[in-house]
C-alpha cells in the first residue's frame, strides 16, 4: 500500500491526509468546529452534523492537492475509536462505503495510537523503546512502548484530562473554547507565585493523574478573587499542570529505565510544558509538529498504514467509545 487516506472524526475536528511512505504527509486539511464555543464544551449531535457536512468537499479538496484520482487509493484508514459513538459513525460510514465503492480495504485506527505515532514523521524521529505521554481534551495517559503495537500503559487519569481541566478552568473565567490556548494565552500577564495550588497525587507513588481536585480549588480561587486577578489564577493553574506532567514523566522514565520520552495530543503543543520537559528531564524529549498535535487525518492515515495487514474489505461499519489502548 503507498497512498492511504486517513479520515479523523473522534470529537469536533474534521480532519482528512493522505500519506504516502516515500512522500510522507502528501496533503492535509483540518477543519476545527467553531459553534461548540458558545456551550462551552463539545455539543456531540452538533459535531456529528458537522462532520456530515465539511467531510465529503474536504475528501475532494484533499484528493485534488495531492493530485490523485480516488481510484488510485491503496487504503482508506479512519479513526474507529476512542470518541464520541455519532462523531466516529460519520468517518467510519465515509471510509468503509469510499472503500467498498472503490474496491479497496478500510482500516480501522485507534485514535490515541495515531497521537502516539506522530512524532515518528518529525524530523528526527524518536527510536524505540519510548515513554508516551499522551495529553489532550479526553486523555491523559503514560504508555511503554516497546515498538509499533507493543504497548503497556503505565498510569492514567483517574477523573479529568488534563485538556478538560484546561477547559473547565476557561470556562469558570469566561474564556473562550477550546480551553487550553486560552488559558495559556491569559497566564501570559499573570504570576503563577501569586496563589497557591496543589499539584495533584505527586506526593505518593505512582504514576496515575487526577485533575478534578485542582480543578475544584481553582473554582474556590475564582469565586474568592475579582476578575483583574484571573491571569495569575491562569499561570498558576497551568503551572501547576505542567508541573504535574513533569513529575510524573521523569518518575515513568526512571521505572521503564528508559532514555526517551514522547509527548502527543493537544496540550503537547503547551508552550510551557515543552520547555519544562525538555529542561527538567534526563533524556530526550520529542514532540510532534505543532500543526499535529491537535486531532488531524495524516495521523491517522499513518497509522492505518502502519496496520495496513489488518485492513479489511467486508463492508462492515463498526466503532469503539471505549477502547484502552494497551488492548490493541
Known amino acids: 500500500m503507498q ?57 475532494r479538496e484533499v484528493l485534488e492537492r495531492a493530485s490523485l484520482q480516488p481510484r488510485q487509493l491503496d487504503g482508506i484508514a479512519y479513526t474507529a475509536g476512542p470518541g464520541l459513538a455519532g462523531a466516529l459513525l460519520v468517518g467510519a460510514s465515509t471510509a ?20 502516539l505515532l506522530s512524532p515518528l514523521l518529525a ?34 487519569t483517574l477523573d479529568d484530562a488534563a485538556g478538560e481541566a484546561f477547559d473547565k478552568t476557561a470556562r469558570l473565567m469566561q474564556l473562550g473554547y ?22 495533584p497525587m505527586t506526593n505518593r507513588p505512582g504514576l496515575d493523574f487526577s485533575f478534578s481536585g485542582l ?36 518518575r515513568a522514565l526512571k521505572e521503564t529505565r528508559m532514555k526517551r520520552l514522547v509527548i502527543a495530543g493537544g496540550v503537547s503543543a503547551n508552550r510551557r510544558l515543552r520547555e519544562k520537559l525538555d529542561r527538567t528531564l534526563p533524556g530526550q524529549v520529542y514532540y510532534p509538529d505543532l500543526k499535529l498535535c491537535t486531532d488531524n487525518g495524516a495521523m491517522i492515515a499513518y497509522a492505518g498504514w502502519h496496520r495496513r495487514a489488518e485492513a479489511t474489505a467486508d463492508g462492515k461499519i463498526a466503532v469503539r467509545p471505549r477502547w484502552p489502548i494497551d488492548k490493541l
Open 3 to 59: 497512498n492511504i487516506l486517513g479520515i479523523e472524526t473522534s470529537c469536533d475536528e474534521t480532519g482528512v491526509a493522505v500519506f504516502n511512505p516515500d512522500r510522507g504527509i502528501v496533503a492535509d486539511l483540518v477543519y476545527t468546529q467553531a459553534d461548540h464555543a458558545a456551550y462551552g464544551g463539545v455539543v456531540p449531535e452538533l459535531a456529528s452534523r458537522d462532520h456530515v457536512r465539511k467531510l465529503p468537499a474536504m475528501i
Open 96 to 115: 468503509v462505503g469510499m472503500a467498498a465503492g472503490l474496491g479497496k480495504p478500510a482500516i480501522a485506527v485507534h485514535h490515541m495510537e495515531g497521537h
Open 178 to 199: 477550546p480551553g487550553g490556548p486560552e488559558v495559556a494565552r491569559l497566564a501570559e500577564n499573570g504570576d503563577p507565585a501569586r496563589f497557591e495550588f496543589p499539584r
Open 123 to 156: 524530523s528526527p524521529a524518536p527510536e524505540f523503546p519510548f515513554v508516551a505521554l499522551l495529553v489532550s481534551g479526553g486523555h491523559t495517559m503514560l504508555v511503554a512502548v516497546e515498538g509499533f503495537g507493543r504497548y503497556r500503559l503505565l498510569g492514567e
Open 215 to 250: 480543578k475544584t480549588h481553582t473554582r474556590q480561587l475564582v469565586a474568592e478573587v475579582q476578575p483583574r486577578d484571573y491571569p495569575h489564577i491562569a499561570a498558576g493553574f497551568e503551572q501547576a499542570v505542567v508541573d504535574t506532567l513533569a513529575i510524573k514523566c521523569r
